[in-house]
C-alpha cells in the first residue's frame, strides 16, 4: 500500500552513554522527526513510502536523506533549498533524573515552506494513506498553509488522513492561536492521536475533575472526555486515540492505549517496559503500526495491540525510529 | 589438576551499546566457544589446563589463540591449519527485544578434522578430566570421529568426561541423524548437562505431559524424566545436571539447576539476576565451575552451588567466559 | 555565601561500560575527591568556594585544576608541588558483580604537606563554613597537622566547621592510632557525617547489641548510639548526620539519612535508586547539599531532604561529583 | 543513463586506528566490493544504477544492501538466499608497515550462483551498460557460468561492457584454469582494465625483457605489450586501460594511468598523494568515472583525467567507495 | 595585563577520523570562535582576559562558557538571553580532499545584540587592550552597532584596539554594505590583520596586477598595496599584518607573516608544517600570541615570530584554540 | 634459545588521537617497560624467554602478567607484592609540537627488590641470555643491588649480559652517584648500547670537540669516542652499539646505528620512517632482534642491519613493543 508522510526532517544531537552536555565531548548523530520515523517503519513494513519534506542544500540536508534512502523511502518529492537543518539536542534520562531535550529549529528550510512548495495532486497520486502531525501547523504560518493544501488535496481524492495532534507549548512561537489553525486541519482526518492538552489548545475545551476516572496502573484519565469532544466536534474522525504511559522512572514505564471508534472504548495490552533504551519515537511507531494494521488487517483490537508492541519494542532501539525485527 | 577440554574456537562480532546489526559501524571483538571458556575459567581456578583445537593458519587464529595464552590456557597440541575461522555475529537483547545471533562457520578450519587429526594419548598424558560437548559431533562427520577418538583415549585411561550435550537444531547439516552419532559418544561420559531436547534428539524419546512438573520460579520442567532417560540408558553416568533459566526480558532472568546423583535430586540456589551484561557462556562457567568442584571439593550441594554462583556471576561480564574476581 | 573545603584532588581511572580491569584497553578519567567534589557542587549552587589543595607541578596536576576552574570554584590558594598526583582505579560494579577500587595515593604530593603549607588566615577571610573529612589526617602525619590548623584558624573567627569523618582501614598507615588524632580535631566541628566505625575507631566505642534496631528498609542500625556518642564527646557538634544506605544490588540502591539535633532524631525522605549511573560521590553530593541549606534556609528536615534528593540524583551522573540540572 | 554492475558484495572488518588483528578490541566495518563500488559511485553521479547480487536471507545480508540503498542503487534484482556472506579483514598498513588481508568469502551465498540464478533479460532492460570484473568468474564454477549468461545476454542487447579483468591469485581455487574460462568472457567486452598478470594468466601470454620501458616515476612497465596482446586478440575491445601505482610508502603513493584507444596510447595526468586515508577502492572509483565519462563526454583524455582524480580522491575516504564532494 | 575580546561563542561539531558528513555517526564537540580562542591563549599567558558574549540561556549555552571557565577567562559580563546558540559543522580535510564547513549562527543569540546590549564603560574598567573582528559586524546590524559602542567606548580610555578585519562573502547578509560600516570601525584600531579581501570589500579599493610581487614560497602577494592603503586611509593604526599561508596540501601548510610598522615591512620566520592536526584557530592563535607579545615585549620582529611560532604550533592541536605547552 | 630480561613493567596511559592531556577524557592503556618490551619481541621469535619483574599484589599487577602471558613469555618466577604498580603518562608529539611524558614509578612495587628478593641460580638456570638496563640500579639502592646480583649470577654461568646503558637524568634519586654504582655493572656485560651521557654519566669522562665528527644524516657524533671510553675500561665487552636518530618532526624521524665489535665499526642501514604511530619502544625493539641475531645467526652486519629494521619497523605498532608481521 502506498502511504504518504509529511513533516520536517530533524537531525538530533545526544549525548553517549547517560552523560550530561556538559560532559560529553562528542554527540552521536541520529536522523527523525514525527513523520520521518513512521515513514521509515512503514516501508520496513513492506509499504510503498513516499516521504515529503524540505532539506537544506547541503551536506547535512543529504546525509539526513541519505538515512530515508537507506530504508527505502521515497524522497523524490523532497525539496533541498535553503541552508538550516531542524536540530535539536537530546540528553537522554537516567535513573532518578530525567531527560533534557533543547530544540533548534527556528528559521529551518521546512519552516519556510508555504502552500505553494509542494505540488500535492502529484505528491499524492496512487496514495492510500496520508499522515501530518500537529507539529507542522506550530511551526510558522506557511507550514500551516502547506499542511492546509496537503489535506485538501488528500480530502479530494478521498485518502483517508491520520494526524497525531500532538500539540506542543514550545512551538506555536509565530503570533496565532492554534484554536484559528488547527480545527479546519483536524475536520478532515479520519484518525487522530489526542489528549487533554489538544483539546484544550485546538478546541478550546477543558476537561473537569468528573471528565477524569481512574485506568489501572495510569491513574486518573480524561480519555473519554477527550475522544467524544474530538469525534463529536468532527464528524470525519472514524478513530480517537489514547496513548497511556507511566514513567516509573528514566528507564521503566507502562505503556498501553485506549481508541475510541466512534462506538466503543477498546482498551489495548498493557507493556511494562524496562531497560529502557531510548524513549524517543516510541509514539511514532505506534502510529506508524496503527496505520499499517488499519491498510492490511483492520480489526480494531489487533490493530491497536500490533501498534502497542511496535510501540514498546521501540523503547529497545537506540535513534529516532523502530528497526523490524526481521529474523 | 590437569584438565583438558576440546572445542571449536570461535570469534564473536557482537553489536555495540544495543545497537542492531543494520546500526552498528563497529563489532566488538570477543573470543569465545564452549569448551575455550570453560578452559578459561578452570586456568584462572589455579588448575592445568590444556585446551584442544584447530585454528586456521592467518592472523585471526593467531589472535585467538592469544586470547588463551593470556589466561595462561596451554595451547601447545592446538593445530594451525586451513584458512577459515569459526565466526559468530552477536546482537544481544535489550528491554522487550531479544537477541539475535547469527553463525558463519560452516567449512571453518575446525570443522575439518577427524579422527587422525590429534594424538590423543600423548594430549591426555596425565590428565584428571576431560571436557567436550555436543557441539563438536554437530559440525561434521570429521569432527564426530575426532570426538570419539578422543573419549575412547579418555575412557582407556579412566580419565573422568563431562559434556555439554546441548542440542542445536541450526547444527547437524552433514546428513547423519543425532541418534547415530551420539549414544556411543555420551555412553562413556560420567557427568552430564541434559535437557529435554538433548533426550529426544539425541535418544528418540519424548516427554510426555505427566513427565512435567512445576518448579517454583521455573514453570514446568521435566528434568527428572530427563536425568532417569539418560542415566538408565547410560549406566557410566554419574551425574546428570539439568540448569533452570527463566527469562523475565533481556535483562533480568533468573537461574538455578538441579542435579541428579543416580540416586537423589538436589536443587541448587536460586540467583535473581538484574541488569545482565551478557548472557553468552552462561552455561560454560557453570560447567568449569563444576569441573572444578568435582576435582576439589566434591560435595554434591556445594558443587552445585559453586557452579551456579560461577554461572550467576558471568553474566555481569562482558565477553564469552567468566573472569575471576580476585580481591 | 563563602565556602572553603580542604583536602586531596584525585584523578580517577575507570574501565568504560562494565569492562574488568583486565579487560580494558581504555580508561575513562575523572576528577573528583571529596572535598573538591563538595566545592563544585557547591559553586554550581551559586556559592563563591574556594579550594585548597596541593597538586603536582606538571600537566596532570593543572588538568585536575581545570577541571575545577570548569564549575568557577576558586583555587587562587592552590599549590604545585612534587611530582605525584593522587590517583584511584575503579571497575565500577554490575549485576551480581561488585565494584573494585585501588588507590595509588601514597606520596602525592597534597600527602607532604605540613602545618606550614598554607596561610589558613588568608584562605578564611571571609569565609561563611569550612569543610574537611576524615580522609585528610589519614593520609600523614604533615596531613593532620595541616588539618589541625585549618581547623584552629576556623575556630578563631567562629566559621561552622564540618567534616565526613569516613573512617577509611585502607589509610592510616603512617603508624598513628587515629584515637590520638581525631578527637582534637573533631572537637570544634559543628556538624558531622558519622557512622559506627568513626565511633569505634576515632573514640574507641562500640556499640553493644542493644544499640541496634531495625530502621525499615535498612535493617539493623545504631544510629542512635553513634549520634549520642558523638554529641556527648563533643559539645560543639550541633547535627550528627547518619547515611543509610541499603544496597541491593550493583544498580539498585535505597538510600536515606537520620539527622540528630542534640535534641530531635529527624529522618529524612527514603529514595528508592534504579538503573544507578555510578555511585562514586554521592554521600559528598548529600554533604553539599547539607552545607548549602544549612547556609540558606536552615530548617532541619528541609535541609536533610534537600541533601537525600541531591544524593539520590548523583547517582545517576558519571563521575565523581553531582551536576545540576538547570533547566 | 543506467549501468547495471554484477557482483559479490562484501563485508569488510578492519582494524581501528593503525592497531594489528592481535590488538583490537573491534573492527570497524564496511561495505564494499568492486562493483558495488562501482554501483555506488555511479549512483551518486546521476546515473541509474541497478546492481546484481545475492546476500545471504539474514541481518548481515539486510544490511549490506542498506547501504546500496542509502546511495540510491537499485537492488530490487538482488537474491537473498543461503547462510554466508562474504568477508574480509582488513589491517591497513601504516609508515613502514604494509597493510595485511584475509578474506572469508568460500561458500559464500553469491558464490553459490549459477546461470540460472539471474534472469538477465529482465536486468538488462533498458541498460546503458554492463559491467563485470574478473573476481566474480574466479569464485566458482557457477559464478563464472552467471557471468557468461550476463555477458551473452548484454552482447545480445549491444550494451557496452567493461570488465576490470583483475587476476588474483589467491582465488581461482574451484579446479579450472583461467585459460580456459576467461577469453571467452573477455571476447564480447569493448573496455578492459589489464596488467600483465591478466595477460599471463588468462592469456598464456607472457612480455619478455624487450617489452618493458621505463614510464617516468613508475619504474619499467609493459603496458603496449599487455594492451596490443588484448586488442589483438579481441577485436571487440575499445579500450584497453593501464592504470599505474608506486608506492612510496604506506601512506605515499604516486598513480597514473594509460589508455590505449587501439591507435593512441594517451597518458594520463600524475597525481602525487600523501597522507593516504584507505587504500581500498581506488582501482573502482577509476572504473567507475571511466563509465560514467564515457556515458556523458567521451573524450579520450578528459575521460581518464576525471577517471585519475576520482581514485586519487577515493584515497581520502574511510572504507571501500568514494563519496562525491558535492559543495 | 588585561583583555578584553568580544564576539560570537560558537558550538563546533566535526566528524571523527577523516569521516566526510555522510559517515559520521557522531560529531566530536569543541569550542570555539575567534575571540574565545584568542581570550583562552592570552588567558594561558597569564593575562588577565575578560569575554564578551551573548549565550543561550540553556545547557549549551552554559557547557560553552564552562569551556572558557576552565581556562580562567572571565565571564562574567556574559550574557545569557535567546535560545540560540551558534553552530558550525566541519569536514576536516585529508589527503587530496579539502575540509568542508556549513555555519549555523543565522538567528544566534548573539547575532541578536545591538548597542544596548553590554555596558562598555564597566567592561572595560582597567583594560590595557581590546580585540574584535569583522565577523561580528558581519552578523547582523545591531552587532555592528555594538561593536561601534565598543569601540568608541576603548578609544574614550585610549585602549589599543586591534582587529582581524576578516571578510567573509558568505556574512553580510542582513542588507548593507560592508564598506558602510568597516571605514568608522577600522579608524580607532590600531593593529589589523588584513588582506587583499578586506581592502576590496571594506575600502572599496582594488590591487591592480603590478601591485602584486613574489614572495618566496608564496606565490605572487599585494601585502604592500594592502597594508599601505590600510595605513594611509587610517592614521591611527600602527601596525598592518599580513599573514601568508601556502597549502600544499590538506596536511601540509607552509606559514609566514610580514609586519607593516608605518615604516619597514618585516617578514617572520617561515614555518613548514606537516602532519596537521586541526587547522582551524591557527589564525586566532597567531593573533592572541601578537597582542600578548606587544604587551609585554614590544620588538616588532620578535613579536611576529612569537606569533608565528603559537600559530605553526596551534596546527598540531586538536579543537579551535591553542593549548600552551607548559612543560 | 632461552633468554631471561629482568626489569620494571610498566602502565601507560597515552592520551587518544593528538589529544592533550588536558583534553583527552579518557586514557588508552598499554603495557612496556624495556625488558618487558624485549621480552615480548624474543617470545615472538620463538626464543623460551623468562621476563623477571615485581608487580603489585591487585588486579593491576594481574592485568600487566596478562599481557606477557598472551606473547607466551614466562612469568613464573615474577614476585607479587606491594600496592603500587609502576606507571607512565604519555601524551604523543604530533606535528610541530614535541611529546610529552611523566612517570609515576617512585615507590613501585619493584622498587622496592633488594639482592634477596629472586633466586637468580634458579631463574638462570639453562638460560642462553641474559638482558638488563641502566634504567633498574637507577631506581633504587635494592634495585641496584638486585641488579649486581643477577650479573654475577650469570657471570658465573657464563651467560652472555647485554645491557642498554640508558642514562636518565630523571631517575637516580636516590643519593647515589651512578659512578659508584654502575662500573661494577658493566664490567661483567658483552653487549652494551651506549651513547656520550652515559659515558660521562657513569664513566665521569666527556668527549671534547676534537671527538665529534660528522655522520651523514644525523649530524655531529662522537661514537667512535663512546665506544673505545666502554671497550677500553671493560674488556669483557664485546660489543659497543651506538644507535643513531634524526627527529625531522614528531611524525618523521631517520634511523640507523654503528657497532664497535673490538675492531671495526660497521655502519648499518639507514632507515627513513614517516608517518611515525608510536616511537615508544624502538630502541627495544632493535635490543631484541640484536639479540635473536647473536643468538641465531652471529654476522655483525646482519645482526645490526635485522635490528634497525625490527626498530624501524616497531615505530609503525601502537604500543610499547614490536608485533611481529607473520603473513
Known amino acids: 500500500m502506498r502511504v504518504v508522510t509529511f513533516g520536517e526532517l530533524l537531525m538530533r544531537f545526544s549525548t553517549p552513554e547517560n552523560l550530561r552536555f556538559s560532559q560529553a565531548k562528542s554527540y552521536d548523530v541520529y536522523i527523525g522527526g514525527a513523520e520521518a520515523n513512521i515513514a521509515i517503519y512503514l516501508s520496513q513494513l513492506q509499504n510503498d513510502v513516499r516521504y515529503i519534506t524540505v532539506v537544506p542544500d547541503n551536506e547535512l540536508g543529504k546525509t539526513a536523506l541519505n538515512e530515508l534512502h537507506q530504508w527505502k523511502v ?18 537522554k534520562g537516567a535513573s532518578a533524573r530525567g531527560g533534557n531535550i533543547i530544540y533548534d529549529r527556528e528559521g529551518s528550510s521546512f519552516s519556510q515552506i508555504d502552500e505553494f512548495t509542494f505540488d500535492w495532486d502529484q505528491i499524492l497520486e496512487g496514495a492510500d494513506w496520508f499522515h501530518w502531525t500537529g507539529i507542522t501547523p506550530a511551526l510558522s504560518k506557511g507550514a500551516a498553509s502547506a499542511c492546509k493544501s496537503a489535506i485538501d488535496a488528500a ?7 491520520s494526524c497525531d495532534l500532538n ?3 514550545k512551538l506555536w512561537k509565530y503570533g496565532v492561536d492554534p484554536k484559528e ?6 475536520e478532515n482526518c479520519s484518525v487522530v492521536i489526542a489528549n487533554e492538552h489538544d483539546v484544550v489548545n485546538y478546541l478550546g475545551i477543558s476537561p473537569q475533575n468528573k471528565d477524569y476516572k481512574e485506568v489501572k496502573g495510569f491513574g486518573m484519565r480524561c480519555y473519554e472526555f477527550v475522544s467524544k469532544a474530538m469525534a463529536g466536534q468532527f464528524p470525519n474522525i472514524q478513530y480517537v486515540i489514547s496513548t ?3 514513567t516509573i522512572n528514566a528507564s521503566q514505564n507502562r505503556w498501553s492505549g485506549i481508541l475510541f471508534n466512534g462506538t466503543d472504548f477498546i482498551q489495548g495490552d498493557v507493556h511494562e517496559i524496562d531497560s529502557i533504551v531510548d524513549r524517543v519515537g516510541g509514539g511514532d511507531s505506534f502510529m ?40
Not at 521515497?74 to 540528553?91: A, C, H, I, P
Not at 499499517?292 to 483490537?301: A, I, T, V, Y
Open 155 to 161: 480530502k479530494k481524492r478521498n485518502i483517508p488522513i
Open 244 to 246: 497511556l504511559r507511566e
Open 74 to 91: 521515497n524522497t523524490d518529492m523532497v525539496k533541498s533549498q535553503g541552508q538550516k537543518m531542524g536540530l535539536y539536542f537530546l540528553e
Open 181 to 186: 489553525i488547527m480545527p479546519q486541519l483536524i
Open 167 to 169: 500539540y506542543r507549548s
Open 288 to 327: 506508524a503500526a496503527f496505520i499499517h494494521g488499519k491498510l492490511h488487517f483492520n480489526e480494531d483490537k489487533k490493530v491497536l495491540d500490533f501498534a502497542l508492541e511496535a510501540s514498546a519494542k521501540k523503547l529497545s532501539i537506540q535513534g529516532d525510529y523502530y528497526i523490524l525485527d526481521n529474523d
